[in-house]
Each structure stands twice: as C-alpha cells, then as structure tokens.
C-alpha cells in the first residue's frame, strides 16, 4: 500500500530542507568572509601600512593667518597636520609590491577611526570587483573600486569609490555610521595614497540616495553641471558640516548598500582639502 505523507509531516520535511539550504549558503558566505579578511591582512602586510594615526583627534588645520594658499594645492607635509597625519599611514608603503599581485591596484583608501584600510582597484567595467577580492580571487565580498567611467581617478571633478556592506561590519559597512553628524565630528577625514600622490578629503555629505542620482555623474565638466552636483549633494545631506565646496574644487564619492533594497545607496560625498606630490 503506498504511503501517504501528511501535510504536517510535509511541511516540517520543507522547512528542514530550507534550513538546510540556508545554513549551506551561510557557511559559504562565512567561509568567503574569511578569506577576504586573511586577504586583506596579507596586502596590508605586503603594502607596509602602519594602521596608527598621529593623532588621536582629527588634525587641526592651519589657520588663514598662517598660509596664503588654499588647501586644494600641494602642500609641505612639514606645514600641513593632515598630511602628516595621512604620511604617518602610508611612510614607506611599497607600491610595487601591490602592482606584483594585481596591476589594477591604483590605490590605497583610509578612513581614520573607522576599520576602513583597503587598497582600491579598477577594472573595465563595474562587475568584476563586485565579486573578486584585490588579489583577483574570486569572492563575494568583493573589493574596493574606482568607477570604470572614471579615466583619472582622483584628478577628475567626481572619483565614484564603491565597496560592499557585509554582515561581519568590514569593507565599506562603516559608511553606515555617518548618518549621525558626531560620527563625522570625530572622523571627518579620508585618506587616498597612490603612487605618485597623497589625496586629503574632507566629508562634507552623508546620506542615503538614489543609485541613479547626480551622485554617480562623472565626466562633469561645465560650471553649470558641478554646481548641480553640489547643490544635490548638499540638499541631501543628513545634517549641516559647514562645508560648502565650489566648483573650483574636486571630490571623492563613497557608495555601499543601506541592507534595506536596491532602491536607495548610503553616499558619502567629501571634497579635496589637500595633496602632498
């Protein structure tokens, strides 16, 4: 006589096979998670980051009384806390050694206070790091990387940095944080080394927007269109900074996930405050 399962005894038989389902899918994203995090220790190793900031609080800048000069110019790290401050991560890191394991490296980020120190890379198109570490290695943390769009990152008017949100508070999950306005009082700076220059930007923006706003423009070049890109980004913002940029100026924009759906992005917009060549 064939046997006939009850609804009961089916449903809890679907139920187990879920759970079964989701705890495979969760070990893989745990066993991917690590491998990042030993990936990223190795780079950090192989690049000679210190990982110890000069100062406790943000660097205080110079006064108007003591430079003539606006901060977006090239400046004498003996006369500039910040770029002190960024030489005291990036002294002595070897470039080289990064490019011997993947020539796409164009540079390293810092976020000072956060756990944010991971090298940035850039592809022909916006896919591959979404799912390879910085060592080519395929994994579903990702990278850090520069908009494919963008030809001179960090030279052009709007450098677009994306990273993903993970469970485990790595990669760009602590942009999150700069919703609230004493997070950014306490870290207001980001730090970007390439090999040719140290970059100092300072956040002027955080908050949560559309994946397809002027946020992800690039390739600006009339006055009219970098004023728009300021105006949103200042419309925007979470709380007042102070900061209001010109079109004079240049810019790095942050984008990771909210975890909420696909419709919005956490954005940080911050604006170039000083360079050491």
Avoid at 209 to 220: L, M, Q, R, W
Wanted: hydrophobic share 35%; with cysteine; charged share 20%.
């Amino acid at each position: 006589m064939k046997k006939i399962f009850k609804p009961r005894t089916i449903f809890i038989i679907a139920c187990v096979c879920l759970l079964a389902v989701s705890l495979f899918q969760l070990g893989l994203r745990f066993k991917d998670y690590a491998s990042e995090e030993s990936s990223s220790s190795q780079m950090e190793d192989l690049f000679g980051i210190t990982g110890a900031s000069s100062a406790d609080t943000p660097p205080v800048l110079p006064s108007s009384d003591d430079t003539d000069n606006d901060m977006n110019t090239d400046t004498d790290a003996d006369t500039n806390p910040l770029i002190d401050d960024a030489l005291s991560y990036f002294e002595g890191c070897d470039f080289d050694a990064l490019l011997s394991v993947n020539d796409e490296i164009i540079g390293w980020i810092v976020i000072p206070g956060t756990n944010i120190s991971y090298p940035i890379c850039q592809h022909e198109d916006n896919q591959y790091y979404l799912e390879h570490t910085s060592q080519r290695e395929s994994n579903l943390v990702g990278a850090i990387f520069a908009d494919y769009r963008v030809k001179e990152p960090f030279e052009e008017f709007n450098t677009i940095l994306y990273g993903h949100r993970l469970l485990n508070q790595t990669m760009f999950s602590a942009l999150k944080t700069y919703v609230e306005k004493d997070v950014w009082e306490q870290n207001p700076y980001i730090y970007i080394c390439t090999p040719g220059t140290i970059y100092v930007y300072e956040i002027y923006a955080a908050f949560r927007g559309d994946p397809d706003g002027i946020s992800y423009d690039t390739g600006i070049h009339s006055e009219e269109k970098k004023q728009s890109f300021i105006d949103y980004s200042l419309s925007c913002a979470e709380y007042d900074t102070g900061i209001v940029p010109t079109t004079e100026d240049s810019f790095l924009t942050l984008s990771t996930c909210t975890g909420t759906g696909h419709t919005q992005r956490m954005i940080i917009h911050s604006v170039l405050v000083a360079t050491n060549k």
